[in-house]
């Protein structure tokens, strides 16, 4: 078992948090990202961004002098449903924003944390503590403050896909946070190994190909190495102290700060509902932090 930093029965419920609240920082960092590569299509840019998380997670393998095979045995079935959770979430929200508004796809994946409550209720038996729900329900309200204006244009397909990725989302944090007693880190690898063979065929059936433009996929790359393999990581870490459902939603800082960051890289300002949004996502995200430290 790995020995995490703080992980003492009151400094590893801070830590933790803390751990979290930096992945959803980390991961926010994906949209400046994905404006730029704008050459290449999406099955392509998904299939380089998983090479590149399985890359920084092979990495940090190699550094710490741990057999792959073994690691991956070791993450045993907890590992495996939380790949494939983490696939289907990645492969849900290309399918979304493909197929309907980005406004709808996020106001679906947003939902993710009443799902995790739930799975984590069925299979873990964690009890879903009262201010847990009311920051479920205040980043609802953010969200859909945010997006309302796109709802209107919405795809049946692409809503069901955005609801995948949702689900998937929640089936990753429920495995984590059940494997929190190994290292979880391989569940990142199997998730990039599944998206990526997914991504290929896709873009193998759609007639392009692999063959994307070489920015682009610098890009993809280092957006599976810094925002999912970096990013994905330090939630697999918070998972040891933080309940499933309170992962999901402090995670979702990413929402707020990923609209901050294409603000100030691409001048797009936020409307007025924008922002009023994001100030009670963050709002209810800092204030369950703050619950749950003191707890």
């Not at 590893?12 to 959803?24: I, P, Q, Y």
């Not at 399918?95 to 799975?119: D, E, H, Q, R």
């Not at 795809?155 to 929190?180: E, H, K, P, T, Y």
């Not at 309170?246 to 700060?257: A, G, I, N």
């Amino acid at each position: 078992m790995t020995t995490i930093p703080g992980s003492g029965p009151d400094r590893g419920r801070v830590t933790g948090r803390l751990w979290v609240l930096a992945a959803g920082l980390c991961m926010s960092l994906g949209g400046p990202i994905i404006r730029l590569a704008d050459e290449s299509t999406p099955w392509q840019f998904l299939f380089y961004r998983s090479l590149g998380a399985a890359a920084m997670i092979l990495i940090y393998f190699l550094v710490a002098r741990r057999a792959v095979l073994e690691m991956v045995r070791s993450a045993g079935m907890n590992g495996l449903m939380g790949g494939l959770g983490l696939a289907v979430a990645f492969t849900g929200y290309v399918w979304g924003v493909m197929n309907s508004t980005v406004a709808n796809a996020l106001f679906l994946i947003s939902a993710s944390p009443l799902f995790a409550a739930f799975l984590g209720w069925m299979v873990l038996r964690e009890r879903v503590a009262r201010s847990m729900w009311f920051a479920m329900f205040g980043v609802i309200a953010g969200v859909t403050i945010m997006i309302g204006e796109g709802l209107a244009e919405a795809d049946l397909l692409g809503d069901l896909a955005a609801l995948a990725s949702a689900v998937g989302f929640a089936g990753f944090s429920v495995a984590i946070r059940r494997g929190r007693h190994t290292d979880m880190s391989p569940t990142i690898l199997i998730g990039a190994a599944i998206t990526a063979a997914f991504s290929a065929v896709m873009a193998a059936a759609g007639g392009t190909g692999l063959a994307a433009p070489i920015v682009d996929v610098g890009l993809a790359t280092m957006y599976g190495v810094l925002v999912i393999g970096a990013g994905i990581f330090m939630l697999t870490i918070g998972a040891r102290n933080v309940p499933a459902a309170e992962l999901l939603v402090l995670s979702l800082t990413e929402v707020v700060f990923a609209s901050i960051w294409v603000w100030l890289a691409f001048g797009e300002v936020p409307s007025v509902l924008t922002l009023v949004g994001g100030l009670i996502i963050l709002g209810s995200i800092a204030g369950q932090a703050a619950v749950g430290m003191r707890r």
